[in-house]
């Protein structure tokens, strides 16, 4: 499969890296020479020059394209790219776009019109993120699979989790409802086994199925708290979106902005929000909006800024805090903080264009990457060697582990005397990289 990428920033970087990893045709094509010495090492190929080149799409083969997706910072020229690439032959185009207002249903067969099949919103991903996050304001990161039939959930577990100081076969062994597929301690993911230990501190990648969300809540020693007031610290884009997310919802919302244009901006466009003109970093007026607040989160276009400021609001009593982290390389130093959850658009942006890629393949096995991990789903094919052994004989590689599984459309969890069977809709939670090596397991 021929896939160009067009543009080298951090949103087309990342997916490059992503897709490298997999058995497929990439190319990616920037303008700035310096941006793609950084791709030298991954398996694929980079060109130098404009994407809307007629010349520079037809020497990189457009025309055999299954997928051209546009990335760059200009929405213009993403919009354009898409338009030539699909009129010289690429099947399917995907754009990154700034303008909210482009995904009224109005305005979609335009688009297709144009010669661009989806238009990508990164700061819309980022508030469905934040909306999640204070649904489920116990977890770092929350996941849902096969319509909810399997839950993963990321939880930063304090000394007050009866898991810490257990090993894995003990959690495991007396726990039918809860599944441990990996840590990251230390800014690194780890795939326990029986004997490894738990400790405090370590973020916790969970699976589970919805019956058994009390009992995980109180096993990780969280409590979830309904969250009824919120303080938003930037009127942003993702602020705005964020704020029609939960403009249905009992959720109070109030947005603090320093800039007096805004402010009039915001009130025009979020009625139903109380709008303050102010910094969020003065200890004076944070210590007056944060009263009785359950949620803060941090969206200014700075990220050092919202990192503080979540730090600041912890010290007045806010239970649950986000912070928009707009520089990927910062991420994982930001989860070691106490800080709650991290939200950066264009990791989310790249994972939901390769969720898309996946879905449209019928390969047998698909793959949804995380920041660091990746969760694969596999289908056991009839007549696999895999059908004949418990699946603690089966000899699984230290770099994943088998999460759960879907069986007649109802979830549940995979324990060493599970048995697999045809048809079973295998979660796999792998090492970052390590999906051909889950690929080559299951093609026994």
């Known amino acids: ?33 310096r941006k793609l010495f950084a791709l030298d090492s991954y398996n694929l190929q980079t060109s130098q020059g404009e994407c809307i080149s007629f010349k520079m799409l037809q020497n990189n083969g457009v025309e055999h394209c299954e997928l051209f ?29 700034d303008n909210y207002e482009f995904l009224r249903p109005e305005y979609a067969d335009f688009f297709k019109n144009m010669g661009v099949d989806t238009l990508i919103y990164p700061e819309l991903f980022a508030a469905e993120e934040i909306a999640t996050a204070l649904k489920h304001n116990w977890v770092r990161n929350w996941f849902e699979l096969f319509d909810g039939e399997l839950i993963v959930a990321a939880v930063k577990l304090r000394a007050s989790s009866p898991m810490v100081g257990k090993q894995l076969r003990e959690i495991g062994g007396s726990n039918t409802f809860i599944h441990l597929n990996a ?50 610290m930037g009127g942003s884009p993702i602020a705005v979106q964020v ?36 910094d969020a970093t003065d200890s004076d007026i944070m210590e007056e909006e944060a009263v009785g607040v359950d949620a803060f989160a ?29 520089n990927i390389q910062f991420v994982h130093e930001a989860e070691r903080l106490n800080i709650g959850s991290i939200i950066n658009k264009k990791l989310l942006a790249s994972s939901r264009i ?3 890629l996946l879905d449209s393949e019928q390969d047998n096995a698909r793959c949804l990457a995380l920041a660091d991990a990746e969760v694969a789903e596999v289908v056991i094919k009839e007549g696999s060697p895999l059908c004949s052994k418990d699946v603690k ?7 994943f582990t088998l999460a759960g599984l879907v069986r007649n459309g109802k979830g549940m969890l995979v324990k060493g005397d599970t048995r697999l069977q045809a048809g079973d809709h295998v979660v796999v939670f792998c090492m970052h990289g390590s999906f051909h090596k889950v690929e080559k397991f299951f093609k026994k």
């Open 243 to 278: 704020a029609k997310e939960l403009e249905k919802s009992d959720v109070k919302i109030k947005i603090i902005e320093p800039d007096v244009d805004r402010c009039t901006y915001l009130v025009d466009v979020l009625p139903h929000c109380k709008i303050v003109h102010g």
């Open 183 to 232: 840590i990251r301690r230390n800014g690194e993911i780890l795939i326990p086994r029986g004997v490894d230990r738990v400790m405090e501190n370590d973020v916790a990648y969970i699976t589970t199925t919805r019956d058994f969300l009390p009992q995980v809540v109180e096993i990780c020693g969280k409590k979830k708290v309904q969250v009824k007031k919120m303080l938003i």
């Open 298 to 326: 941090a969206l200014s276009d700075r990220s050092e800024t919202n990192i503080l400021s979540c730090l600041m609001s912890k010290e007045y009593g806010v239970l649950k805090t986000i912070a928009e982290v707009e």
């Open 393 to 399: 004989d089966l000899k699984i590689p230290d770099a």
């Open 1 to 33: 499969m021929r896939i160009i990428i067009a543009g080298a920033g951090e949103v087309g970087t990342h997916l490059a890296k992503m897709l490298s990893d997999e058995d497929r045709d990439i190319v990616v094509i920037d303008s700035d020479e």
């Open 69 to 97: 997706i546009a990335v760059t910072p200009f929405e213009t020229k993403n919009l354009l790219a898409c338009s030539i690439a699909k009129s010289m032959g690429a099947q399917k185009t995907v754009a990154r776009i």
């Open 354 to 356: 390769f969720q898309m």
